[in-house]
């Protein structure tokens, strides 16, 4: 009688591990200069070849520097990729808590999509201006490896807003009022993506209406009627 050979098993793939942190921190004002014009090369590139065609052999010829000049900051594209993220999602940050700081409480419908409107039109226009700004957006969204700058970000933010409306609806249930609040910052971040990916749309109408939407929908909260329809 034949003896059944043992079937082979494939040991798993282990997953590759990329590396995304920055080498070492520019000290010196020359060393900082290069790790600044890296960046904004690598944002200009995004701009004419997008993530996927994006390399560091490319950033290096177009920065005019060698691999290792590159790679002593660098690892890898996705190591560049995050840190502008980084730095655009605190720019982003920064300009949306400036305005925060002069708002005390949740106020009406009218009141809050003013504010809202403010703050996206500020984010759109700093979006604008960081290079490749709408092509770091994509790719904080697009790639796995790169998700938790943009989450982090949505969640600071988050929690601010969740802050301030706790004071204002203290009734309200705080689970509820905590995932309103990412979702209402979900949802103007996703704005920003469309006016960015979709050029052509009117801008400014976009920011109104998700700014109207996001004021009903936070100011729902307070309305009793509000557990009523949910029930």
């Keep these: 009688m034949l003896k059944k050979r043992a079937a082979k098993t494939t040991p798993a793939r282990k997953k590759k591990h ?33 993530v996927e065609r994006l390399s560091t052999n490319l950033v290096c010829e177009r920065a005019g520097l060698t691999p290792p000049a590159l790679y002593r900051y660098f690892p890898n594209k996705y190591a560049l ?18 305005h925060q700081k002069t708002m005390d409480g949740v106020g ?15 984010v759109n226009a700093i979006t604008r201006a960081f290079p490749g700004g709408g092509w770091v957006m994509r790719a904080l969204r697009a790639v796995p ?43 103007m971040y996703t704005a920003t993506e469309l006016i960015m990916d979709q050029p052509e749309m009117d801008a400014d109408r976009v920011t109104a209406e998700i700014s109207h939407m996001a004021a009903r929908y ?3 909260f307070g309305d009793g009627e509000r557990k009523k329809s949910l029930a």
């Design 18 to 50: 990329v590396a995304l942190n920055t080498k070492v921190q520019p000290r010196q004002r020359r060393a900082q200069a290069t790790y600044d014009m890296i960046l904004e090369v690598t944002g200009n590139l995004l701009e004419e070849v997008g």
């Design 81 to 98: 990729l995050k840190e502008l993220g980084a730095k655009l999602m605190k720019i982003q940050d920064d300009a949306v808590f400036a």
């Design 108 to 122: 009406d419908v009218a009141e809050e999509t003013a504010r809202n409107y403010r703050i996206l039109k500020e």
């Design 145 to 187: 490896t790169l998700s938790e700058v943009r989450i982090a970000s949505r969640e600071d933010v988050a929690d601010r807003v969740y802050k301030r409306a706790r004071k204002t609806f203290p009734k309200a249930d705080r689970k509820d009022l905590r995932i309103g609040a990412t979702l209402m910052v979900e949802v």
């Design 218 to 220: 936070l100011t729902s």
